[in-house]
C-alpha cells in the first residue's frame, strides 16, 4: 500500500522567498504523481501533474520534480506571496488510486 | 465554466439517520471518485466509478455506498452515520482516454456534521 507523507506540516516565510515542500512516498511504481492546493474549508485545486516517465514539470512559479528511485517529489514555488498561503498536498499512486499525504500549511508574511 | 459541484455544502444529520451527498460534473468526465477527508488528515478515498463500473476500496465500511446513474451525477449514501463519519466528502472527477493526463479535479466539498 502506497503510503505518502509531507514533512514539516506548517511552514511559515516572508514574502519573496523561495518555497521548498518535501513530499516522500514508499512505492516507487507509482503511475503519476500530483500536486494540489486546499485552501480551508475548500476542495481541492490540482496544481502540476508528473507521469511516472516524466522527471519535473512547470507552471508559472510553480516547479515539481519527481525521483522515483529515492521515492521523492518537490514542489518549488519562485517569489512566494500571501496569496500563495495555502495547503498543499501531494499524491501518487496507481491509476484511479491516489494516495495523498496530510499536506504542508504554507503561511506566507507581508 | 465546466466544473464539479457539490449539494449541499454543509449537511447536518442525526447519528443513525441515513444521508445522501450529490455531486454533479459538466466536464463529461467518464471516472468519479468520492474521497472523506477528516480535520487536518489527508483525503482518503472511498470508491471510483470507471463509466458505470464500480470500484471499492477495501477499508471503505459496508455503511457507504455509492450511486451513478449517469454521467454527470454520483451519490454518496451513508446508511447510518456515526460520530466519526463527520468529515468533508470531496467528489473528482477525471479522464481517462484521449491524451488525457488523469488530472482529478475536485468540488467545493460537503461538510458533514453527525449530531
Known amino acids: 500500500k502506497q503510503e505518502v507523507t509531507q514533512i514539516p506540516a506548517a511552514l511559515s516565510v516572508p514574502e519573496g522567498e523561495n518555497l521548498v515542500l518535501n513530499c516522500s512516498f514508499t512505492?516507487?511504481?507509482?503511475?503519476?504523481l500530483q500536486w494540489f492546493r486546499q485552501d480551508p474549508g475548500k476542495g481541492l485545486t490540482s496544481l502540476l501533474l508528473?507521469?511516472?516517465?516524466?522527471r519535473e514539470q512547470t507552471s508559472g512559479r510553480l516547479n515539481a520534480s519527481l525521483d522515483k528511485s529515492s521515492g521523492r517529489s518537490t514542489l518549488y514555488i519562485a517569489a512566494s506571496q500571501p496569496g500563495d498561503s495555502a495547503t498543499y498536498l501531494c499524491a501518487g499512486g496507481a491509476r484511479y488510486k491516489l494516495s495523498f499525504g496530510a499536506g504542508t500549511t504554507v503561511t506566507v508574511r507581508a | 465554466d465546466a466544473m464539479v459541484i457539490q449539494n449541499p455544502r454543509y449537511q447536518v444529520t442525526q447519528f443513525g439517520k441515513p444521508v445522501t451527498l450529490s455531486c454533479s460534473q459538466t466536464?463529461?468526465?467518464?471516472?468519479m471518485y468520492w474521497y472523506q477527508q477528516k480535520s487536518s488528515q489527508a483525503p482518503k478515498l472511498l470508491f471510483h466509478y470507471y463509466d458505470k463500473d464500480f470500484n471499492n476500496e477495501a477499508d471503505t465500511p459496508d455503511n457507504f455506498q455509492s450511486r451513478r446513474p449517469n454521467t454527470s451525477f454520483c451519490f454518496l449514501d451513508i446508511r447510518s452515520p456515526g460520530l466519526g463519519d463527520a468529515a468533508m466528502y470531496l467528489c473528482a472527477t477525471s479522464n481517462q482516454g484521449g491524451g488525457s493526463t488523469d488530472t482529478q479535479y475536485f468540488g467545493p466539498g460537503t461538510r458533514l456534521t453527525v449530531l
Open positions: 508528473i507521469q511516472s516517465s516524466q
Open positions: 466536464l463529461n468526465h467518464n471516472v
Open positions: 512505492d516507487s511504481a507509482i503511475y503519476n
